[in-house]
């Protein structure tokens, strides 16, 4: 992993990797601090609150669906840095919209900064709909073939940890804090953007089609035929539906069932994303760079134990008085919260132990000329899990389901999962 540190000290990854951070710690920050405003101020019903979650967590998968293939289209048509400048001047304006309706809310105007709050979590997810096949599609054409696998375990790393940074600084700074920290960070990240060294197309020029609907089914078809990135993308889509899950179901259970305040909340995704940054490097150290699916399978199957375990300890928790709630001092002196701190880290851990090779393979099955594409197709398959594990939540929890038993679920897709990653290591051999 020494290798692929000394990556960061490269111009032809560093503005990348820069540009990267700060859009997933912009993202996460204005969505974290939406989310928790939400839940703890605006709504005060647990199914009220994973209903706006799960609206929220759609609306962000919806451009991937619609729009993934139109933007793997264009960045393996056109310069990705051209692409990146053009998508960083875009999220400057998306965040001083997403402020504003913060800052409405907070006055009051609650019906109308929800309904804005919501318009840029869209446009936000259509933001990262046309970077997302950028900042995976650029690795190999900017590294060497043996660095790729620790670039890919770099930008995931930095990925979760500036999800770590955006959700800490969200539960514990003002909103109108955070509305005037998403416009600053956007500027900053404008600016790094423009650092990142041309990346030309590099096969003949492609015929864009600008339909959705007949796009998505041609790059899914010229993708999935491919059998390891046919095993490959369904083993992150399951994963991602996964994720999307434990996205809308987490701060209700912190708030109901841990009966902890927004800190808290903020906290617990925090150490989420430090193990996912962990799980993410460990595995290039022990794959020695080599991109493999050797170990996907048992830390998938390990991630789903450790899920049975935390809704285990969900149940046994002990609630805080009637009418109260547990600050982060007294949440960490509770007799049982450094299990369910710590089960939560290993699943974060083995998550990322999980998904990392499996974007390498992404990016290098395929020749240069197509890892947008490539990447592009597994967002819209990813997008369509998500969406399905986003519904699946609305339904269960109107059937009065609680979190808890949603954890039993989670850990059955692993299963899953698991089944899907020993399929491609197999397939791979």
Known sequence: MFNALGLLKERR???????????????????????????????????????????????????????????????DTYDKSRIIRLVKTAEIFIMVFGAAGLLAAKAGYTSVGLGM??????????????????????????????????GTGLVEAATYLSILLGTVLAGWIAVEAAAGLVIIVALIGWVTGRMVPPAPRMGPPLKINYNPIT???HLISATMHIRRLFLAIL???????????????????????????????????????????????????????????????????????????????????????????????????????????????????????????????????VTKDQTARTVAANNVVNAGAMTIGAVAVLVITGFGVTPQDMLLLVAAMCLVSAWLAQKLHRACD
């Open 13 to 75: 990854f560093l503005p990348l990797f820069v540009t990267q951070f700060l859009g997933a710690f912009n993202d996460n920050l204005f969505k974290t601090a939406m989310v928790l405003f939400a839940t703890y101020q605006i709504f005060n019903d647990a199914e009220m609150e994973a209903h706006f979650n799960a609206l929220a967590t759609g609306l962000a998968i919806l451009p991937f669906f619609l729009l993934s293939a139109l933007s793997g289209q264009l960045a």
């Open 117 to 150: 709050m919501l318009g840029a979590v869209l446009m936000l997810g259509t933001h990262s709909t046309f970077f997302g096949p950028i900042k995976y599609a650029i690795l190999p054409q900017h590294l060497k073939d043996h660095e790729v696998l620790g």
């Open 215 to 217: 796009a998505s089914w």
């Open 235 to 365: 083993a992150i889509s399951f994963f991602w539906t996964i994720g999307s899950v434990l996205i809308i179901i987490f701060p209700p259970l912190v708030k109901n069932v841990l009966t902890a305040d927004e800190k808290v909340a903020s906290l617990a995704i925090a150490i989420f994303s430090v193990g996912v940054a962990i799980g993410s490097v460990a595995i290039n150290a022990m794959l020695k760079g080599k991109i493999s699916a050797r170990y996907s399978p048992i830390s998938v199957v390990a991630m789903g134990a450790f899920v049975v375990a935390f809704s285990v300890e969900a149940r046994l928790f002990r609630p805080a008085p009637a009418g109260q709630m547990y600050d982060v001092a007294t949440f960490l002196t509770h007799s049982q919260s450094l299990i369910i701190m710590a089960t939560l880290l290993a699943i974060a851990v083995a998550g990322g132990m999980f998904v990392v090779p499996l974007y390498a393979f992404l990016t290098t099955t």
